[in-house]
């Protein structure tokens, strides 16, 4: 079946360290992106990436940072420059994203939680 | 509907009763319109769509309504079932592009038995 696998579904952090947050997609999209989620609250674009080893800054991109060496993959790294990242991450992609409105296809999201 | 805080909009319904969502937006340049679903601890799953040029379009057992005057955006679910329970919320961009979706923060819908 295609989809979004992301992993862990559940990880806790230490403050001060770096953790990395998976995305696979074996959807042959173009466009892969981050979201956060955090409770009461929409979703907020953290990064996204239209072609492979290209990507650019969401609305929330600072203490966040991204690879995309494959069209497949699309991990994001949660640094301790992040001040708040306990939050639900949902990894999407889509056809590409710079031409004509695409549905986003979602993974079922990455639960971060700060000890 | 939907609005920007720590609380999310509540909606309960009876099983077998018709839900309806709103979804209020303030941007007049919007042109596409994406309703989503999500249930907990899950992401959210497409549900239907509408482009700016409708006002209406339907799927099975739900509608999507636009009033672009009042700039107000509402999903309707015929005959709700324990399965609709979830939060759903409204996205919307005036570019066409996925990169410029803006997302409500959502409703929560209970259906009662």
């Known amino acids: 079946d295609g989809g979004i696998t992301q992993s862990p579904k559940y990880l806790f952090r230490k403050e001060g360290q770096n953790v990395t947050l998976s995305c696979e997609q074996n959807?042959?999209?173009?466009?892969m992106y981050w979201y956060r989620q955090d409770p009461g609250q929409g979703l907020r674009l953290i990064y996204y990436s239209q072609i492979v080893n290209d990507f650019q800054k969401g609305d929330i991109a600072e203490g966040y940072s991204v690879s995309r060496e494959k069209k497949e993959s699309f991990p994001l790294t949660v640094t301790s420059a992040q001040k708040n990242p306990t939050a639900f991450y949902l990894c999407?992609?889509?056809?590409?994203?710079?031409?004509?409105?695409?549905?986003?296809?979602f993974g079922a999201g990455s639960r971060l939680t700060v000890l | 509907g939907e609005s920007v805080g720590l609380h999310l909009p509540t909606l309960s319904v009876q099983e077998g009763d018709n839900s309806i969502i709103n979804c209020a937006y303030s941007n007049s340049a919007s042109d596409y319109f994406i309703w989503y679903k999500q249930e907990s601890g899950k992401g959210p799953q497409f549900i239907i769509d509408i482009r700016s040029n409708m006002d209406k379009r339907q799927g099975q057992r739900v509608t999507v309504l636009l009033n672009k005057t009042v700039k107000h955006l509402s999903l309707q679910i015929a005959a709700t079932q324990p399965g609709d329970s979830a939060v759903y919320f409204c996205a919307e961009t005036s570019s066409g592009s996925a990169r410029q979706l803006t997302f409500g923060s959502g409703t929560q819908l209970t259906v009662l038995p």
């Open positions: 959807l042959n999209h173009d466009a």
């Open positions: 999407a992609s889509s056809w590409d994203s710079s031409s004509g409105a695409n549905v986003l296809t």
